[in-house]
């Protein structure tokens, strides 16, 4: 099932409980605006090269749309769409005044040096610059991109526009207003789920067992908060391979080494295992925080975790997930629990609209808050529906567009 078809099917059964406007299923199928762009861009050695970018908005009913930038040779335009399409149910999900949006580039960041990086950015940033505004659409960081892309694409907007505008961009670096704990709030909110469904489920989270794949910004920021919360991270893995270390890792070791290296490749303690095979430990809980398509029909029978939290987005397939549900896995969907992001870019944007700026302190308190409230949202309609967590997300995400269609009208 590719992604686009993956977002419908979501979607078409979470209306179909609620018995959802088909009128307004026909809008919430499609995105509203994508645009494909040519990126020239001068090498070091002064050759040429083009490349592809995209930037979807795909709807935007609750506000401007909000949505990550990838830097990724697989970069396609329907995994844009998709992952636009899932920004869009985020927002509304952990109740958000925003729409969704999602954009990227067909590239290898690894082979690009840090001056075409920034020529990249620039240049795309520039192609895209009709669609994007304060209060029209905000970029954030994504996969292969950082606070300092955020810092190239806000300094290019302000100098086209003539004026400064920090509100451009959220997850750019705190001197130029970017949030305090921004580039933990996605780990640490997967984090808060983890230990939100442990509570449900009157599980004790001190000593469960966690496999984490992908040691990213997700991944090791959850991997991190999680073993502070007294879990133990027995696995980890990169692009580079898997460790495994039945006794736990230091998430703070683990992290000091991509720090200094750039992947895990090199960390010294622990068993190396073949990548995947992180998957399918005998673990209580398992992170994807990679990419998209990783848990999928032939390999879902192999899992043996009890709890899968989606750091990643779309990291499990439809046919794997109806797998893993009639497993009786628990599956925390992406767009909950990966929601910290884009509830702390939300803050950001706040406080450099205001020019008011807030300590870490207020930045974590609000974040657990919205995601226990969240958590405690989608947990209930998972019982008053008799549905798995992720219809239940969908359903809540489904009925806070459709009130605001009730109100706002297809216009004209
Ligand atoms: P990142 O580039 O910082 O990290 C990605 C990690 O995955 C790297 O460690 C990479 O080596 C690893 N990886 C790639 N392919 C792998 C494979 N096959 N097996 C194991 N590891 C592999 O990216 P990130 O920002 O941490 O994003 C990870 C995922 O989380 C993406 O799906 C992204 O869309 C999603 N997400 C990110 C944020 C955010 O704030 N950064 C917010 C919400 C969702």
Redo the contacts with the bound molecule.
């Keep these: 099932m590719s992604l686009i078809e993956m977002n419908k099917k979501y979607l078409r059964s979470a209306a179909d409980k609620i018995n959802l406007d088909p009128n307004l299923l026909k809008i919430l199928e499609r995105p509203m605006r994508v645009l494909e762009v040519s990126i020239p861009l001068v090498k070091d050695n002064g050759e040429v090269e083009v490349f592809t970018g995209y930037r979807c908005q795909y709807n935007d009913a609750r506000g401007p749309t909000k949505g990550?930038v990838?830097y990724h040779p697989n970069v396609t335009k329907d995994e844009i769409i998709t992952?636009a399409a899932l920004m869009t149910w985020k927002c509304a999900l952990v109740d958000l005044p925003y729409g969704g949006a999602k954009g990227g580039i067909i590239c290898d960041p690894t082979k690009l040096s840090e001056k075409e990086l920034e020529r990249l950015t620039r240049r795309y940033t520039v192609e895209i610059i009709h669609l994007l505004g304060p209060h029209i659409d905000i970029p954030?960081?994504?996969?292969?991109t950082t606070s300092k892309n955020m810092a190239w694409i806000m300094d290019t907007f302000s100098m086209m526009k003539g004026y400064t505008e920090p509100s451009i961009v959220t997850?750019k670096p705190e001197v130029l207003g970017g949030s305090k704990g921004r580039k933990e709030?996605?780990g640490r909110g997967v984090a808060i789920v983890t230990r939100e469904l442990f509570k449900a489920l009157n599980k004790n989270l001190r000593g469960a067992k966690v496999a984490v794949?992908?040691?990213?910004?997700?991944?090791s920021h959850a991997a991190l908060f999680l073993s502070q919360m007294g879990a133990k991270i027995v696995a980890v893995?990169?692009?580079?391979g898997?460790l495994v270390n039945e006794d736990g890792f230091s998430a703070q070791e683990l992290i000091g080494c991509v720090e200094k290296y750039g992947?895990l490749e090199g960390y010294n303690k622990g068993k190396k295992i073949p990548?995947?095979e992180l998957l399918y430990l005998d673990v209580d809980v398992l992170i994807p925080?990679?990419?998209?398509n990783?848990i999928h029909s032939e390999n879902a029978g192999k899992i043996k975790a009890k709890i899968i939290i989606e750091?990643?987005?779309a990291?499990t397939t439809p046919e794997a997930n109806e797998l893993l549900s009639k497993k009786g896995i628990y599956v925390v969907p992406?767009i909950l629990a990966?929601s910290g992001?884009?509830i702390v870019s939300h803050l950001e944007w706040v406080q450099a609209l205001s020019g008011l700026y807030w300590e870490e302190e207020e930045v974590i308190k609000h974040l657990e808050k919205k995601l226990v409230k969240s958590f405690k949202e989608v947990w209930k309609k998972s019982k008053e529906f008799n549905v798995s967590l992720r219809e239940a997300s969908y359903i809540v995400a489904l009925q806070r567009i459709a009130e605001v269609y009730h109100y706002r009208g297809i216009f004209p």
């Design positions: 990550g990838r992952l954030a960081p994504d996969v292969f997850g709030a996605t794949q992908g040691f990213g910004n997700v991944g893995s990169d692009i580079t898997a992947c990548r995947d925080a990679a990419l998209e990783q750091g990643a987005n990291p992406d990966n992001g884009v």
